[in-house]
């Protein structure tokens, strides 16, 4: 049975950084590039970084998050990391992970809460 359950959000002043987690289980993820999504209040969810199976990364340019974000993995631990420093105030937004390319009618786990603020 698919499971996705993100956590470490929380909130931290501008410039700080948070590390989230998502635990990963279900043969439907097995193998799949994972990728980390945000949701900021009244926008759509958006692709933020991928990470294939074999730990190539990809990061969209969103934001500015590239050179800020580290995506990675542990597959033993069936676990995605998203690394966030230098955090402005326009990263908050519920942060998700799920299958690269997953739609709006695809399982998803509840998020976690990240918000920059001072």
């Known amino acids: 049975q698919a499971q996705l359950v993100e956590s470490g959000g929380g909130l931290v002043q501008p410039g700080g950084s948070l590390t989230l987690s998502c635990a990963v289980s279900?043969?439907?993820?097995?193998?799949?590039?994972m990728a980390w999504y945000r949701q900021a209040p009244g926008k759509q969810r958006e692709l933020v970084a991928a990470?294939?199976?074999?730990?190539?990364?990809?990061?969209v340019d969103v934001g500015s998050v590239k050179g800020r974000f580290t995506i990675s993995s542990d597959n033993a631990e069936n676990t995605v990391y998203l690394q966030m420093n230098s955090l402005k105030p326009e990263d908050t937004a519920v942060y998700y992970c799920?299958?690269?390319?997953?739609?709006?009618?695809?399982?998803w786990g509840q998020g976690t809460q990240v918000t920059v603020s001072s």
């Open positions: 799920n299958r690269a390319g997953a739609s709006p009618f695809d399982y």
């Open positions: 279900g043969s439907i993820f097995k193998f799949a590039t």
């Open positions: 990470i294939t199976s074999g730990g190539t990364t990809h990061y």
